[in-house]
């Protein structure tokens, strides 16, 4: 995982008692994998709402116009869940960059899912760049946009 440093003053305001930047990117690495666990891996799209923000808008691979709002997020990934089966889901090449001394967090990996859906077998190859803030002790998503892999 790549590392982008805060200051340690930075951090000490945020943090209590004071956590390194390392510790705080894996504290948000974490959670998006717990998060991801829980819609493509558990079946449980229903958890999402202990991660996605009120306010969160999202750019995915099937929706033409953005998702806004915590709601309409669940929505589509559980449309999602619902509509395929999915066999396989590996998360690869992530990097985590803290902003805001440490209250925020942005997030790209690449991602790897196999699913069935109408009968067809679809392996997607894809990017996702999230952005996360700390609040009231937990980390939530307020930002995603999917692309797919080039080529």
Request: aromatic letters at 10%; proline letters at 4%; glycine letters at 8%.
């Amino acid at each position: 995982m790549s590392v982008t440093p805060v200051n340690d003053i930075e951090l000490e305001a945020f943090c209590s008692p004071k956590r390194s930047a390392g510790e705080l990117e894996r504290d948000v690495w974490e959670t998006v994998q717990r998060l991801n666990r829980a819609w493509a891996v558990d079946g449980a799209p229903e958890k999402l709402e202990e991660f996605f923000a009120p306010e969160m808008v999202a750019i995915t691979p099937t929706d033409r116009f953005r998702r806004k709002g915590r709601a309409s997020c669940i929505d589509g990934w559980s449309g999602f869940a619902r509509a395929a089966r999915i066999h396989r889901w590996v998360e690869s090449n992530q990097r985590v960059v803290l902003i805001g001394q440490g209250r925020g967090a942005v997030v790209a990996y690449d991602f790897e899912i196999d699913f069935e859906m109408n009968g067809r077998l679809i392996e997607m190859r894809g990017r996702d760049l999230r952005m996360l803030d700390h609040r009231d002790g937990h980390w939530w998503l307020v930002a995603d946009h999917y692309s797919a892999t080039p080529g």
